[in-house]
């Protein structure tokens, strides 16, 4: 994975988010719940990136919601949620859901069994490539509260080279936001294996108008508590643990979502 450095008012740096999908039959198998909400704090979340070949959106898209008809028609119980990258190279929907823990995998979802013809002939034809990610939720720097009618989040990615000081400044920074401003802004994971990225979070927002809202970046906030020494201090920790970084904003796709 390539990172390249941006900065926005909303995170501490931007970013986002491996093992190859053998078949599409895992496509839509993916496990429980992907709400936010915070009932299980070591919950993880199982996240499958798609790339659709080019001129082939809407067929993928008519393929996942045949697929959704069939796994409601065959009983099906999983929930996810499917998102639509705005930036970058290629049409991208990353599929996430939620797991509490590892055994969840060794499940077997039989309606998902039932509607792999579906896929194998209406969703795999049309996809260019698949990355899989597995990242665990870290809640002591992340937002307690789910943002209501949420539509857009903003995923900031991060590769790190020293991973102790890394966190040490995020649970610094990120707890002077909650006590500033009564919560976090965003949701972190720590990836789990792979080769990308290290660390994500997602900050959520209601729809692209709030992302116009005029908000203190989190540098700022963090200057008016603690100082410009104390903030260049960090800033400077942060910088020399950080190795790369990079950002994408993604949509809520609900018709392909299921939940």
């Not at 008012?9 to 970013?15: A, R």
């Not at 993880?44 to 409601?72: A, P, Q, R, S």
């Not at 729809?207 to 260049?232: C, M």
């Amino acid at each position: 994975m390539k990172f390249s450095k941006k900065i926005h008012k909303h995170s501490i740096k931007l970013s986002n988010l491996s093992k190859t999908f053998l078949g599409l039959a895992c496509f839509l198998l993916l496990l429980p719940t992907t709400s936010q909400a915070q009932e299980n704090e070591s919950f993880m979340l199982n996240l499958t990136e798609f790339t659709i070949k080019f001129g082939h959106n809407t067929n993928f898209t008519d393929g996942v919601k045949k697929w959704n008809k069939c796994y409601k028609e065959n009983n099906g119980t999983e929930t996810w949620n499917v998102w639509n990258r705005i930036q970058g190279k290629g049409n991208v929907y990353v599929l996430s859901a939620r797991m509490n823990n590892w055994a969840e995998m060794d499940k077997s979802d039989e309606a998902g069994k039932a509607c792999r013809p579906v896929a194998m002939e209406s969703i795999i034809p049309h996809i260019e490539s698949s990355e899989f990610n597995i990242a665990r939720f870290m809640p002591d720097y992340s937002r307690k509260t789910d943002l209501e009618g949420m539509s857009i989040i903003w995923v900031s990615s991060f590769k790190v080279n020293n991973s102790m000081v890394f966190n040490e400044v995020v649970k610094d920074v990120s707890s002077t936001i909650a006590k500033k401003e009564g919560d976090n802004r965003g949701y972190w994971y720590s990836i789990m294996g792979g080769e990308g990225a290290d660390y994500f979070v997602s900050s959520p927002f209601k729809d692209f108008a709030d992302l116009d809202k005029d908000v203190d970046g989190v540098w700022k906030v963090y200057e008016s508590v603690h100082g410009k020494a104390k903030t260049k201090e960090i800033r400077e920790r942060f910088n020399a643990a950080l190795e790369d970084a990079l950002s994408y904003t993604y949509t809520l796709n609900s018709e392909l979502s299921m939940n």
